[in-house]
T-cell receptor, first 109, second 114 residues
């Protein structure tokens, strides 16, 4: 079962930063937080993951709170192609990948 | 690598018929996942394998569904007999044996049971 809580939907103006929050209050000390996104009709796509340090790659930045109970995915300059459903995942101890309902991000021109 | 390959991309079948969905994971990956996605239920994990062995099949909806992984490069998800409520997009994903790595998804099979 999904162990994360995300807002159902968000809007972001094109060119602005999109900040997507996620609560994962039951995450254990050695589990990474993963973020994926799913663009309409396609398979989910990996974005980024982290343990406790902030992470950045070519797609996004991930900010994890010190207590590790929440994180924020940042798309620094959102484009129309970033419109998708974004999933924050707290894997179980058995390495399952359970997807919750995610956040539907709409980038507005 | 061509990524996770699923076939067919689309399948239309009549109620009562057997349906077999296929997945070829990325070479070298040792974990394989099957998901089902519908508007009503979202993305559901059906079953996953580690080293070709089913680890957790608690998400498999009922006995009509079965999954196999005869070797590291091939897996099938079978529905017999199929019903209209099985209509969905079925995704396969694979992941490396290295710890804390991401999963890669195929493009999915859109199944329609009429």
């Amino acid at each position: 079962d999904a162990k994360t809580t995300q807002p159902t939907s968000m809007d972001c103006a094109e060119g602005r930063a999109a900040n997507l929050p996620c609560n994962h209050s039951t995450i254990s000390g050695n589990e990474y937080v993963y973020w994926y996104r799913q663009i309409h009709s396609q398979g989910p796509q990996y974005i980024i993951h982290g343990l406790k340090n902030n992470e950045t790659n070519e797609m996004a930045s991930l900010i994890i709170t010190e207590d590790r109970k929440s994180s924020t995915l940042i798309l620094p300059h959102a484009t129309l192609r970033d419109t998708a459903v974004y999933y924050c995942i707290d894997p179980t101890g058995a390495n399952n990948l359970f997807f919750g309902t995610g956040t539907r991000l709409t980038v507005i021109p | 690598d061509a990524g996770v390959i699923q076939s067919p991309r689309h399948e239309v079948t009549e109620m009562g018929q057997e349906v077999t969905l296929r997945c070829k994971p990325i070479s070298g990956h040792n974990s394989l996942f099957w998901y089902r996605q519908t508007m009503m239920r979202g993305l559901e994990l059906l079953i996953y394998f580690n080293n070709n062995v089913p680890i957790d099949d608690s998400g498999m909806p009922e006995d009509r569904f079965s999954a196999k992984m005869p070797n590291a490069s091939f897996s099938t998800l079978k529905i017999q007999p199929s019903e209209p409520r099985d209509s969905a997009v079925y995704f396969c994903a694979s992941r490396s044996r290295e710890a804390n790595t991401e999963a890669f998804f195929g493009q999915g099979t859109r199944l329609t049971v009429v």
